[in-house]
Every structure is written in C-alpha cells, then in structure tokens.
C-alpha cells in the first residue's frame, strides 16, 4: 500500500527562509529578530530549502532566485505583526493564528501572550511538520499554546470556535497573514463571518490582500506577475483579492473598521527608507496590509 503523501506548504517554508536570511542580515533596515527562524531552517530538508537557504547563498544567487520585491515585502509585513503583537492589549485573552505554517511568534512573543489562549490553526500535516521540526532543535511551546488541525478548503471554522465557548464579548486578536489569496471567497467570507461573530468588540484581525487586478492577470506592476507565476509553479495559486483601497468594503458587513492598514509603497517609505529620505528597496506591488477592529 502506498503512503500517503502529506499536505506541506512550500510558501510557508519560504516566508521561513526569507526571516532567516532577515536575521543575519547586516543592512539596518533588513536585520530582522525571528532566530528561530534560522533554527528551523537547519532542520528543513526540501530540495526548495536547500536551493534557498539564505546561508547557503550570496546575495546575488538569492536575489536572482525570488520575485523582485518579494523578500522586501515579507520583511515589512513581519515587522508590522511583530510590532502589533509586541503592543498586544493586555485585556485580549485569545490569539488565533490561522494558517499558521512555521510562525514563531507563540514562542518569541511569549511574554506578552502570557495572559493569552493562543491557537494555531493549520492544516493537521503541517502541524505535525512544525511540530516534530521544533522537537528536533529543541525548543518547547508554551502552555498556552494549542493546536487546532483544520483543512480550510474542507472544514468552516466557525464550527471550531463554538466548540471552543469563548466566553461572550471577550476581545480577541486573529491573525490572517499570507493566507487570504490562497483561499476562494466563499472560504475567507467564512473565516469573516466567524471571527465576527465570535470576537466580542474590541477584538482585532490582521490580515493582508493582493490587488483582485493581480489574480485576474491584469496588472503587471514590480514583482507582482514574477510571484504569481511561481506560487502556482509551486501548487499554491491565488484565488483570492479585494479591488484596491476597497478593504474598508470588504469588512463593513462583518463590523470590522481599519485602524491601520499600509500598501506597498508605504512599506517602502516606512521600513526601507533611510534618515536622509533615501529609499533603500522596493516591495512587490499591490499588496495592503490591515489591522481592523470589530465594533
């Protein structure tokens, strides 16, 4: 009988080495402080690790490997959580972490999650993945950390999180991050729709969006058709977008509000430009990142 093959995420495993390569960095605007992220990467055996692996490459053979802007891009948007989770309220009692592929931050943020219920929300297979790597460089999770397997494409989590009885009107922090293009809209209006209804006001979602224009295969702007040609090499496509400045929309009927959201070129100006206004990199287009807030 043949084995059956797990379900592995190789944009998880890339948003991974691209923090790795972060943390050695020597360029102030790229140092990045995810060293777990390092850790995991010396225990990852995918011919896509071993191709990538930031200290197995020069600058020049990485750069020439990814998207234009791509790496800049995952820099920013892990800086902009990391903040958000390093300021988390201390009246928020539950994290969910959704799609969580090997995300650090449960273990990194754990002093400021200390008052928390975290759950990470992935794919059973990559949970067994992450978990097992973790067993292997030998570091623990917290005791507040618990895992939740969930097939997004098969399973509604609103199911989940009645099952769970959070506790009415209780704030809560979602984190949807690099999740949303991989899904179709029934599936993200689903996660929406749960998380409003079961975070009590007061409770924040972060989540980034690709430019719907870029899934339709109409806009060509720096590193965006480069990406989107190389996640569906990878088996891993988007499907999912919002028209362009239309999150606010997009989140009105779930009675969400942003409270903070930046495109791509504000990414630049806010994280890779320097004291004398030079600007040190550019990011892949037409991507937004928001922070919202239920009312």
């Known amino acids: 009988m043949s084995k059956k093959k797990l379900f ?15 943390f050695g960095e020597t360029r102030q605007h790229f140092k990045g402080d995810d060293f777990i992220a390092v850790m995991i ?31 800049e ?12 989770f390093m300021t988390l309220p201390a009246d928020c009692k539950q994290v969910f972490i959704l799609g969580a592929g090997f995300d650090s931050r449960c273990c990194r943020f754990q002093q400021q ?32 950390v618990h895992f939740i397997a969930i097939d997004f494409s098969r399973q509604r989590i609103n199911e989940i999180l009645t099952q769970l009885a959070i506790p009415r009107g209780e704030k809560c922090f979602f984190v949807l991050e690099g999740l949303t293009y991989y899904l179709e809209a029934e ?15 007061g409770s924040q979602v972060f989540f980034d969006y690709v430019d719907t224009a870029a899934i339709a295969g109409e806009n060509s702007q720096y590193g965006l058709q480069e990406c989107v040609t190389a996640v569906r090499k990878l088996g891993e496509a988007w499907t999912f977008g919002i ?21 791509s070129r504000e990414m630049e100006e806010q994280y890779f430009t320097d004291e004398h206004h ?12 928001v922070r919202a807030q239920r009312v």
Do not use: W
């Open 187 to 201: 599936q993200v209006e689903a996660i929406f729709t749960a998380i409003s209804r079961h975070g009590g006001p």
């Open 8 to 22: 592995f995420s190789s944009t998880a495993e890339m948003t991974c080495l691209f923090r790795a390569k972060s």
């Open 113 to 144: 999650l200390r008052h928390c219920q975290v759950y990470e929300v992935d794919h059973p297979d990559m949970q067994q993945q992450k978990r097992a790597i973790f067993k292997k460089i030998d570091i623990d999770f917290p005791a507040n």
């Open 41 to 71: 990467c010396y225990a990852l055996n995918s011919f896509l690790s071993l191709m990538h692996k930031s200290f197995l490459l020069n600058d020049e053979m990485f750069n020439a490997s990814v998207p234009p802007g791509a790496y």
């Open 243 to 263: 028209e362009a400045d239309k999150a606010a929309q997009f989140l009105a009927p779930f009675h969400f509000d942003i409270i903070e959201q930046l495109t």
């Open 73 to 84: 891009y995952i820099l920013g948007r892990t800086n902009f959580l990391d903040n958000i």
């Open 278 to 289: 030079n600007r040190l990199a550019k990011t892949m287009s037409s991507l937004t990142l």
